[in-house]
């Protein structure tokens, strides 16, 4: 069973910086194509934030790019979304996702707020 645990949300000033990790178990990441994270503000569909590739390919959505680094540590079989220069509106439930076998899998989200 594949199993994916987000961590590292929490509560920042604008401007500042978080890193989120999205720790995987039940399939090694190495196998694993697109690794993708998304979030969802409130009253907002979900939306995709960034992926990255096996061959560490990186693509990010227009309201984050210069500001978010995605990245893969396939030793620990982890994800990371270094997020700098936050913003109020960056404020949202962060997921992070993978499809195994023709099958998404999801992680439970890690909150983020953006507020003075």
């Known amino acids: 069973q594949v199993q994916l645990v987000e961590s590292g949300g929490g509560l920042v000033q604008p401007g500042g910086s978080l890193t989120l990790s999205c720790a995987i178990s039940?399939?090694?990441?190495?196998?694993?194509?697109?690794i993708y994270w998304y979030r969802q503000a409130p009253g907002k569909e979900r939306e995709w934030v960034a992926s990255?590739?096996?061959?560490?390919?990186?693509n990010y959505a227009d309201s984050v790019k210069g500001r978010f680094a995605i990245s893969r540590d396939n030793s620990k079989n982890t994800v990371y979304l270094q997020m700098n220069s936050l913003k109020p509106e960056d404020t949202a439930v962060y997921y992070c996702?993978?499809?195994?076998?023709?099958?998404?899998?999801w992680g439970q989200g890690t909150q983020v707020t953006v507020s003075s």
């Open positions: 996702r993978l499809d195994s076998r023709g099958t998404p899998y």
């Open positions: 990255i590739t096996d061959g560490r390919i990186t």
């Open positions: 039940g399939s090694s990441i190495i196998n694993i194509y697109y």
